[in-house]
């Protein structure tokens, strides 16, 4: 069991950057699928990206790639978001999440169901 906890949300205008940090307590998440997902009201939480750290498959959502990058730390156990171009479409509340089964690239790194440990999530507002 892991327990997950994010830090690094606040505001910033359109084309700025953020890095959230997801800080992991419990448990090494040296072999583990990590991922970013992110929600805003009324709509489903999505999946940003992911990583299986095993054999190091990332996945990235399309309104994401090319701008935001996944990172960990195993010496920390801590996993970042590097968010940059931020836009206004970004705002949403991000979450960390895990898991330690060995078949999330089949079962989906960026599907909500693959994970069973989650962060309380932090708040990245965009303004234009």
């Known amino acids: 069991q892991v327990q997950l906890v994010e830090s690094g949300g606040g505001s910033v205008q359109s084309g700025g950057s953020l890095r959230l940090s997801c800080a992991a307590s419990g448990n090494t998440i040296r072999s583990y699928c990590l991922g970013w997902f992110r929600q805003v009201p009324g709509k489903e939480r999505e999946g940003v990206t992911a990583t299986y750290t095993v054999d190091e498959r990332t996945a990235y959502g399309d309104s994401v790639r090319g701008r935001f990058t996944i990172s960990q730390d195993n010496a920390k156990n801590v996993l970042y978001l590097q968010m940059n171009s931020l836009k206004p479409e970004d705002t949403a509340v991000y979450y960390c999440?895990?898991?330690?089964?060995?078949?999330?690239?089949?079962?989906?790194?960026?599907?909500?169901?693959?994970?069973?440990?989650w962060g309380q999530g932090t708040q990245v507002t965009v303004s234009s």
């Open positions: 999440a895990a898991d330690q089964r060995e078949d999330c690239v089949y079962a989906g790194l960026l599907r909500e169901k693959t994970y069973n440990y």
